[in-house]
């Protein structure tokens, strides 16, 4: 279980982040799945938080999603915003999570990892740095980092991403193209 850290030790560990590992629901949503009359599945994703990935891939921080749910939805989503490393219907997201960081050729020390429920767990707690969400289960706030402001589907990301640029002193730069 990751440790409760000082914030000086927190930025060490954001600093060494290169791979970001989202979850969907409840992280890049709110949670909430729509079903249409024909059956299709609709999702609403924050454009700020699209923007924020975009951001934090710009920075050089790979970025990755990892949900035990299978969606046609998340694979328009994340090719629409450039994500290479997409795994779904991940029940045991610990597997695809190690597969990922080998394939990577990189550690658990150089990973943070964004969930908000149970099956995110195992993950949270070999990451170096373990980010959810207020509205997250208790289990897994009380083993997070680093808990949002925003709730999922609304900003979390997007705050998730500035925090690790602005901490490895990337910030400025990412942002200069808009100046």
């Not at 850290?5 to 930025?11: F, G, H, N």
């Not at 709730?151 to 193209?177: F, M, N, P, S």
Request: neutral net charge; aromatic residues 6%; proline residues 2%.
């Amino acid at each position: 279980m990751p440790e409760k850290i000082s914030e000086q030790e927190l930025y060490k560990r954001i600093k060494a982040v290169k791979l970001l590992v989202l979850d969907v629901d409840g992280v890049m949503t709110d949670g909430g799945v729509i079903y249409n009359d024909l059956g299709h599945e609709t999702k609403v994703f924050d454009v700020k938080d699209g923007h924020g990935i975009k951001l934090l891939m710009r920075g050089g921080v790979e970025v990755a999603i990892i949900t035990s749910r299978q969606s046609q939805v998340v694979g328009h989503r994340a090719a629409n915003l450039g994500i290479k490393y997409v795994y779904q219907g991940a029940l045991e997201k610990i597997k695809a999570y190690d597969e990922l960081i080998s394939k990577l050729g990189i550690t658990p020390d150089e990973s943070a990892c964004m969930g908000d429920d149970l099956v995110d767990m195992p993950m949270l707690k070999k990451a170096a740095f373990a980010v959810t969400v207020p509205d997250g289960v208790a289990e897994v706030i009380e083993i997070a980092h680093y808990v949002t402001k925003n709730k999922g589907g609304h900003g979390a990301v997007r705050e998730t991403a500035e925090l690790i640029l602005k901490a490895q002193g990337k910030w400025q730069d990412v942002i200069r193209r808009y100046l």
